[in-house]
């Protein structure tokens, strides 16, 4: 069972008050400030400081509570895994980024499951959308299982299996007057209207090393937006709104539908790379290079 202690100040760090805390936790408010003391005395800190009528946390306090929630993770994890080991089903819990979304990766997922089922080990997937620090910090809580990212994300402790490979490419619509281009340079680009991701993705990070290499950077372009959302981003564009630099990838299925066009930029081969993530104590690593290959059976 997780430490009563250590649950009353994950709820405190929240609630910022003994008596609501008290309330959350169904004990009485001397038990909670109780329970506080002695994990100051336990680890020789304040872990709170009152400021006029507000709770302030220490900054050992903050120390406390990061790895309180880190063991809380770990032990929800403990409870899922014997739980999944004793009824034989699985729950994998996934990590998908914004430009991952986009692909065929739903369905290589369902295949996955559909797998499972067939063999009678019956897996049971969740799917979290979310931006590549957000889904990194649930890793390392053990609140998901596994991240399929388009962003770079490098720690010590998380193994990487190469899922694709692929080049940005200038993406608009059929209807617009550079869909009959084979290819387009970037002084081409810069005569259109043009949205780009946010600057914290992958996608822009190695455009913007790209244009760089070029002299150039994004204020010789006319920017009409800069969005998070590749699925937005290719909606405005089958509207014929803007041009936009994405991953081929992230297009396959408007390109087989015919509602975008994909145009190598000339001169520039630049790999992006998707990935999947793992914690080098991760149990199944097998369903990490289950995905990938059916991954490429599906892109094949």
Do not use: W
């Not at 994950?10 to 008290?22: G, Q």
């Not at 034989?88 to 739903?106: A, C, H, N």
């Not at 993406?171 to 005569?191: G, M, R, V």
Request: aromatic letters at 4%; one cysteine or more.
């Amino acid at each position: 069972m997780f430490d009563s202690k250590l649950n009353s100040l994950l709820v405190l760090s929240v609630t910022k008050s003994i008596t609501k805390t008290a309330e959350i936790v169904n004990l009485t408010q001397p038990s909670v400030t109780a329970q506080i003391r002695a994990l100051e005395d336990e680890y020789e800190i304040k872990i709170t400081k009152k400021i006029g009528n507000e709770l302030i946390l220490t900054p050992e306090g903050k120390i406390l509570i990061k790895n309180a929630e880190k063991i809380k993770s770990a032990y929800m994890g403990a409870e899922r895994d014997i739980k999944n080991y004793k009824s034989k089903m699985k729950t994998l819990k996934i990590g998908v980024t914004s430009g991952v979304e986009s692909t065929f990766i739903s369905s290589v997922l369902a295949k996955l499951a559909a797998l499972h089922d067939e063999t009678g080990d019956k897996l049971n997937i969740s799917i979290i959308y979310n931006d590549i620090d957000a889904l990194v910090k649930m890793l390392q809580y053990y609140t998901i299982d596994l991240v399929i990212s388009d962003d770079e994300a490098e720690s010590a402790d998380i193994k990487k299996i190469n899922l694709d490979s692929d080049d940005l490419v200038y993406i608009t619509s059929p209807k617009s007057e550079t869909a009959h281009l084979k290819k387009i340079t970037l002084e081409e680009i810069q005569k259109h209207k043009l949205i780009v991701r946010l600057p914290n993705s992958s996608t822009r990070i190695l455009f913007d090393a790209i244009l760089r290499t070029h002299n150039m950077t994004l204020n010789d372009f006319d920017i009409t937006l800069e969005l998070n959302s590749v699925s937005s981003i290719k909606n405005l564009v089958k509207n014929n709104v803007s041009g936009a630099i994405l991953t081929k990838n992230a297009c396959l299925n408007e390109i087989k539908k015919r509602e975008l066009k994909v145009i190598p930029i000339e001169g520039i081969s630049h790999v992006h790379c998707t990935d999947i993530l793992y914690l080098k104590d991760f149990a199944h690593e097998e369903i990490a290079e289950q995905i990938k290959e059916l991954y490429t059976q599906s892109k094949a």
